[in-house]
Structures are given as C-alpha cells and as structure tokens.
T-cell receptor
Framework: NAGVMQNPRHLVRRRGQEARLRCSPM?????VYWYRQLPEEGLKFMVY????????ESGMPKERFSAEFPKEGPSILRIQQVVRGDSAAYFC????????????FGPGTRLTVT | AQTVTQSQPEMSVQEAETVTLSCTYD???????LFWYKQPPSRQMILVIR??????QNATENRFSVNFQKAAKSFSLKISDSQLGDAAMYFC?????????FGAGTILRVKS
C-alpha cells in the first residue's frame, strides 16, 4: 500500500511567482490535511479537505493561499505571489473515512523563495 | 485554544540508556488523542506512539512508552535502550476534531 505522496519534494520560486504543491493521499483515504513547518518550528495546521469540499481552513492565511481536493486527482495547495516568508516545508497527511485519530504524513515539499 | 508545550529544546542520551522527553498540553476537552511523532533528517514524519485520553493504561510500542497523566495534562515519552537511529526531532501532538496541534519539538541526540 503506497504511502502519502507529495511532489515536488523541493520547489524553488522567485518572489512573485506561483507555487503549486501536490498531494496524493493513501489509497482509500478521502481526508487530506495540509500543515506548514517553518524553520526551527513545529508543524502548524493549515486546512482540512474532503473530496470536493473544504471542511476547515482556519489555519490558512487569508490571502494568496488556496487549496482544493477535486473528485479526481491529487489535492493541490496553491500559493500565489510567493514571498520569502513562505519558505517552509509543507506537509500533507491523509486519513481513512472511518478512522478518528490517525493521520499518515507524506514526505513534505520544501519550498524555497528566492 | 489547545496548546502543546515541549519544554526541552534539546536532549542527549548515551547509546543503550534511557531518556524521557516531556510534553504538557492545555485543553478543556475530556476526549482526545495524543501522539509522539519522530522527524529524522529526511523530514519524514513518523508516528511513534499514540494514546487515547479515555484509556488509563499507558501506551507501549517496543522500546517506546508513555507516561500519561490526564489530570496533570502531561504526556512524556520514554525511550529505553536508546539506539543511534533514534536521533531525530520528536514532536508531541494533540488531536481533538480535525487537526493535530504540535509542540515546538525536542531534538534528541544519541551518543555512541
């Protein structure tokens, strides 16, 4: 059973460009979570999605950030007009429908804004 | 809002010895879950152990065990017979509802 997959693993963008981060959940999982890890810090929740629905986006910055999880295909975290402060590791996690507690993490995407 | 505090930024342990990592949390909920995650230099988040708050018995996974004190809101991780491969950042996390709330982490160094 393949784990959570994220790509790219490393992404370099210049200030003002767009960053698109992809996450494919584990097979059979329909719940996806995005977390951000700034340097020297713990992970911070950003958004929770189910297929075609955003359930909780309380951790998302109000501007420039958006997320989707379409019926077909991976979940996408999009950051428009990136700034240096967006440089971080972005982790995706997934969980199965009926499991209340456990989230399985992908390897993360490290975004560097130059 | 729930918060998780790891008061030890860094810990060291000699190979084959035992080390305990501390974690406290703040919540008004009675039903929740607690986790310890390991993050090696590869940055992959690896679940080490979990504890359901309604269970009084402390969770154990091979060399890893927890000391869960619900009234004190404390959830420490004990690693026995430490190995070089245990060297990593360790995060304590709380879950009630959709999201995990993480502490700032403790770097564990293992000396040979």
């Amino acid at each position: 059973n393949a784990g959570v997959m994220q790509n790219p693993r490393h992404l370099v963008r210049r200030r003002g460009q767009e960053a698109r981060l992809r996450c494919s959940p584990m097979k059979g999982h329909s719940h996806v979570y995005w977390y951000r890890q700034l340097p020297e810090e713990g992970l911070k929740f950003m958004v929770y999605l189910q297929k075609e629905n955003i359930i909780d986006e309380s951790g998302m910055p109000k501007e420039r950030f958006s997320a989707e999880f379409p019926k077909e295909g991976p979940s996408i975290l999009r950051i428009q007009q990136v700034v240096r402060g967006d440089s971080a590791a972005y982790f995706c996690a997934s969980s199965p429908e009926k499991t209340a507690y456990e989230q399985y993490f992908g390897p993360g995407t490290r975004l560097t804004v130059t | 809002a729930q918060t998780v505090t790891q008061s030890q930024p860094e810990m060291s342990v000699q190979e084959a010895e035992t080390v305990t990592l501390s974690c406290t949390y703040d919540t008004s909920e009675s039903d929740y879950y607690l986790f310890w995650y390991k993050q090696p230099p590869s940055r992959q988040m690896i679940l080490v152990i979990r504890q359901e708050a309604y269970k009084q018995q402390n969770a154990t996974e091979n060399r890893f065990s927890v000391n869960f004190q619900k009234a004190a809101k404390s959830f420490s991780l004990k690693i026995s017979d430490s190995q070089l491969g245990d060297a990593a950042m360790y995060f304590c996390a709380y879950k009630n509802g959709n999201k995990l709330v993480f502490g700032a982490g403790t770097i564990l160094r293992v000396k040979s």
